[in-house]
């Protein structure tokens, strides 16, 4: 089997690069090695922009359920007053959906990964690992070991689609060096369900305190989350303590009155791939830019690269187009990503 293009993670992007490939027609393998969907959030904004990337997936109306729009966010200053409004805007909204959308992952991907499997010429391979690749002049031979069993079997596709996240092994073994753009903190990120109503803020906050900076998003449903700043010379794994977890939410909402469902420290960065192609082979999402987490773009941007590439590939594959096609591809989506 010769694929026409192979992708290489199976999160929101690789899932909606599958999606939109295979409504083409494409003959398109996946390979993840994560044998189910991870149950907890992570991404939790997205805009109307991967709206209708996923209304052209199929999946808008499925995940409706499990979006809520925006509903605006204050900024507090050190004495408690707010120092700064960002209001939702109100319908007709210019592209049908809400400008701005928080959403939970786990449903988001759940539907995407339906949709994918209502096409016969998608075939996807979960617990799998791509350990070794090699391109030539007319395709890519990948690789893949069973992780259930060891047994390694060799893929050809036309194109490696390596949506493999900020560690990825495809760019580590590309080479391609990533360019820092001088941001780096250790945040504390909580995702709670309400069990009980409480009092706490109908619209985020961004709690502009010089002593811990802090975010609070609301969610869809009872769906709540804090990202807490981890302050320079604090040891970001005392953040992983439960007691340490509580004591940090308590300034913030009775601790009583939640579960929490997600906790976990990140280390948030602004890097930027140096190059996004390599002949046949292509990063894309977390692979090749990385993004601190403040206005909702890191997934956001992953899903424009799908939407981006996607067309694009098909176009060359069916030969309405000439390679050369490929190459706006980090023209176009790499300066909107910097």
């Known amino acids: 089997m010769i694929y026409d293009a192979l992708i290489l993670g199976y999160g929101p992007v690789g899932a909606t690069a599958a999606a939109l490939l295979g409504a083409d ?22 805009d109307h922009e991967v709206m209708r990337v996923f209304q052209v997936c199929g999946v808008a109306h499925e995940i409706e359920p499990f979006i809520a729009p925006h509903p605006g966010h204050d900024y507090l200053g050190v004495d408690g007053r707010i120092i700064r409004h960002l209001d939702p805007m109100d319908p007709p909204y210019p592209l049908g959906w809400s400008p701005n959308i928080a959403f939970v992952q786990p449903e988001i991907e759940g539907a995407l990964r339906a949709r994918v499997a209502q096409y016969d010429n998608v075939d996807v391979l979960l617990s799998h690992q791509v350990v070794a690749f090699e391109q030539d002049g007319v395709g890519v031979e990948v690789t893949v070991r069973d992780l259930a069993n060891g047994t390694e079997q060799v893929m050809r596709a036309g194109y490696l689609l390596a949506c493999d996240g900020a560690n990825s092994f495809v760019r580590k073994q590309l080479e391609i060096a990533l360019e820092d753009l001088a941001f780096d903190e250790w945040w504390m990120v909580v995702d709670a369900k309400l069990q009980r109503p409480t009092d706490l803020p109908s619209k985020g906050i961004q709690y502009c305190w010089p002593s811990r900076p802090a975010t609070f998003v609301v969610g869809p449903g009872n769906l709540r989350r804090w990202e807490i700043k981890i302050l320079p010379g604090e040891d970001p ?32 960065h602004a890097l930027l791939a140096e190059r996004w192609r390599q002949g046949r082979v292509f990063l894309l999402g977390d692979a090749c830019h990385q993004t601190p987490p403040f206005l909702g773009q890191g997934m956001c941007a992953g899903i424009r690269d799908a939407a981006n590439l996607s067309w694009k590939l098909s176009m060359v594959i069916k030969a309405q187009a000439t390679d050369r096609l490929l190459d706006t591809y980090e023209l176009e989506r790499k300066p909107h990503v910097h």
Not at 237 to 266: C, G, K
Request: net charge neutral; proline share 4%.
């Open 237 to 268: 794994r005392y953040f992983d303590d439960p007691n340490n977890i509580t004591e940090q939410l308590a300034r913030f909402v009775d601790t009583s009155a939640i579960e929490i469902w997600r906790s976990a420290v990140y280390r948030f």
């Open 25 to 46: 027609g494409l003959r398109v393998a996946v390979v993840e090695q994560s044998a189910s969907i991870y149950d907890k959030p992570r991404a939790i904004s997205l």
